[in-house]
């Protein structure tokens, strides 16, 4: 088996993990677990798009033939400027988890999306207690920017987030 990974475009066959890594709370982890959702998104997505659209996509992220988890982007609309920008986002499987694989297919996702779209800006945000992730973004070359209070509704509670940025002319990470 290839230790290289790899991001794929979404086949049918991938959709039953896609579902559980966003509906089965011991697979999407502490920080993705926002309770039970739209039970039909991944299906409908697939065949009304295969999961990728000029505003956005998922991919799969693979090493040789397993399969570790999601990664997806979405176009976020300018604010002061005439530009769009990409919010990236990440889930692995429980078993691929703090193996470094979050860097990598982050790494991937942001030269797949740099090579193959005009977009300068990509950003992600994080829960400030997920320190896997923050270290991940920053070893992807993501520079954070600060904490945005109160940002996400979690477990009963809101949540601080930490963004993160990542700009075309900023050094490869």
């Known amino acids: 088996m290839s230790d290289e990974l790899a991001l794929h475009p979404v086949r049918e066959d991938d959709l039953p993990m896609l579902e559980g890594l966003t ?3 011991e697979k999407t982890g502490e920080f993705q677990w926002f309770g039970w959702a739209d039970l039909q998104r991944w299906r409908r997505g697939w065949n009304e798009n295969s999961l990728i659209s000029p505003d956005g996509g998922t991919l799969i992220v693979t090493r040789g033939d397993q399969r ?3 990664v997806n982007w979405r176009r976020r609309p300018p ?3 005439t530009y769009y920008s990409w919010e990236i986002g990440i889930i692995l499987l429980p078993e691929a988890r703090g193996c470094g694989y979050g860097t990598q297919a982050q790494r991937l996702l942001t030269r797949y999306l740099f090579a193959h779209t005009t977009v300068h800006r990509i950003w992600a945000g994080t829960d400030v207690d997920n320190i896997a ?3 991940a973004l920053e070893k992807t070359g993501f520079t954070r ?3 945005a209070r109160a940002i996400g509704w979690r477990d009963g509670a809101w949540r601080d987030g930490v963004i993160y940025s990542l700009l075309r002319t900023d050094p490869a990470g």
Do not use: F, H, S
Request: proline share 7%.
């Open 133 to 135: 992730e923050q270290r």
């Open 23 to 25: 509906q089965d709370p």
């Open 79 to 81: 604010t002061v400027a």
């Open 145 to 147: 920017e600060g904490i």
């Open 68 to 70: 570790l988890g999601l």
